[in-house]
């Protein structure tokens, strides 16, 4: 857990412009608490004096220990955002465990705080960022272009491009539902004509998140 704390410390403190010092003091924690930690000298620290820290740090003791590494890292100016892999599949089939690869970031982007959420329609705390692989949403889509993925939206209802699981892969569909339907029935389509549309009951269709932003390869 150290090695995490500490990577996690310097993280979110640098963008803040705190030394181990500095935070130990605004944490209210004696001046040296920090640079124990990072010496080997409080191996285990106590949950009051994490709570401090994450406190001080704007973050919560789950993001510094590693439990929750996808909290986005705040300061007055910028929110960053974690990039995962979920190994969501624009096209057919896909590995379907999405914890396989949200167990740790793989990338970082940052954002200016002012506006987030009035330019993206969504809270950071909820957004994560995949990339697309497979052509099934081209020309809307392409290989390897990031998504941002909002968790906390996952009703199709306005329709729109969703994350989810259909039942044999992880894809990147436009999903809708069904009018009328019982029970409950989306279709999946993609914007490439050459993938055909596909109907699943909602049962069926674990979904993640909706996509709300995409970044066009230039």
Not at 5 to 25: F, H, M, N, V, Y
Not at 70 to 82: E, K, V
Not at 101 to 106: G, I, S, Y
Not at 186 to 212: M, W
Request: include cysteine; proline fraction near 8%; charged fraction near 25%.
């Amino acid at each position: 857990m150290i090695g995490t704390l500490l990577k996690e410390i310097d993280r979110r403190s640098k963008p803040l412009g705190l030394t181990d010092i500095t935070l130990a003091k605004k944490a209210g924690l004696g001046r040296d608490a920090v640079r124990d930690i990072r010496r080997g000298h409080s191996a285990n620290p106590s949950h009051a004096v994490l709570a401090a820290l994450a406190k001080a740090l704007g973050c919560t003791v789950a993001d510094l220990t590693g439990e929750n590494r996808h909290t986005p890292i705040r300061t007055p100016d910028s929110i960053t955002i974690f990039e995962v892999r979920t190994f969501a599949t624009a096209g057919p089939g896909g590995d379907g465990d999405i914890e396989i690869a949200r167990d740790q970031a793989v990338g970082e982007f940052t954002f200016p705080a002012a506006g987030f959420r009035q330019r993206f329609g969504a809270a950071p705390d909820g957004v994560f960022i995949d990339e697309v692989r497979g052509d099934s949403q081209e020309p809307t889509l392409f290989p390897g272009q990031p998504v941002m993925v909002d968790t906390r939206d996952r009703r199709p209802s306005p329709p729109g491009m969703f994350l989810c699981w259909d039942g044999i892969g992880m894809v990147l569909k436009r999903i809708e539902l069904v009018p009328n339907s019982q029970p409950p029935k989306v279709l999946l389509k993609s914007d490439n004509p050459r993938y055909e549309t596909y109907e699943r009951s909602l049962d069926e269709v674990h979904i993640y998140g909706r996509v709300i932003g995409v970044w066009a390869r230039m």
